[in-house]
Each structure stands twice: as C-alpha cells, then as structure tokens.
C-alpha cells in the first residue's frame, strides 16, 4: 500500500486565515480565503487576459482584454470595447490567461 506524501498531494486554492474575510461584498468564511496568483509574464503579451487589481480605496476592479504591453512597471490592455486601460504592476493582486470570448449571437427577431 502507497502512502501519500504532502509534496505529492495537491492542495486546494483556498488558504486557511484565522480572521473574517470579505470579498467583493460576500463573505467566504471565518477560516477561509481566497488565493490570488499571478500567473501571467511579459511572453502573453498579444493574448487575451483577466487582471485583478486592487484599489486605493481597498475594494478590487477586475480587467479583461488583450495584453497589449507590459514596461516600465505598466501592463496597458485593450478591452473589447477598444479602450486602453494601463495597471501598475504594484496595483496587480491575480492575473491569468483566459480563452476569447464566445460569438456574439444573432439578434432575436
């Protein structure tokens, strides 16, 4: 019989915190959190992709685009509305890859 090890064993995305935790205005739990990862590099610059940021005010603002340039401490993304929009990388809490959006449907008539 194989017994696991914890190298072996893959863990949740969830981190234990022993306080209250809020996010985007619903509670998780009093144990548990979310666990943000950046998981983007200059190389997917021209790939679409989903940024969360956080805030001076402390709450977090979500952008998805195409990653147009990543320099001097700046990611610059062009939203589908074609708007540029530039995230400080000190600003960056989670970043990731995502796949294009669906087709727009056709209007019902």
Same mark, same amino acid.
């Given at each position: 019989m194989a017994i696991a090890t914890l190298a072996a064993v893959s863990l949740p995305s969830i981190a234990a915190v $022993?306080? *209250?935790f809020h996010h985007g205005g619903r509670h998780i !739990?009093? *144990?548990f959190s979310a666990r943000y990862v950046? $998981?983007? @590099?200059? $190389? #997917?610059i021209g790939r679409r992709v989903s940024l969360r940021? *956080? /805030?001076a005010s402390g709450s977090y603002s979500d952008v998805v685009g195409? /990653?147009? !340039?990543? @320099? #001097?401490g700046r990611l610059t993304?062009?939203?589908? #509305? !074609? $708007?540029?929009?530039s995230v400080p990388e000190a600003e960056l809490v989670a970043g990731k890859t995502v796949p294009p959006p669906p087709?727009?449907? @056709?209007?019902?008539t």
């Open positions: $022993s306080q *209250r !739990g009093p *144990r950046i $998981s983007i @590099a200059p $190389s #997917d940021r *956080r /805030l195409e /990653l147009q !340039g990543w @320099a #001097d993304v062009r939203r589908r #509305d !074609g $708007s540029i929009v087709p727009r449907r @056709a209007p019902r």
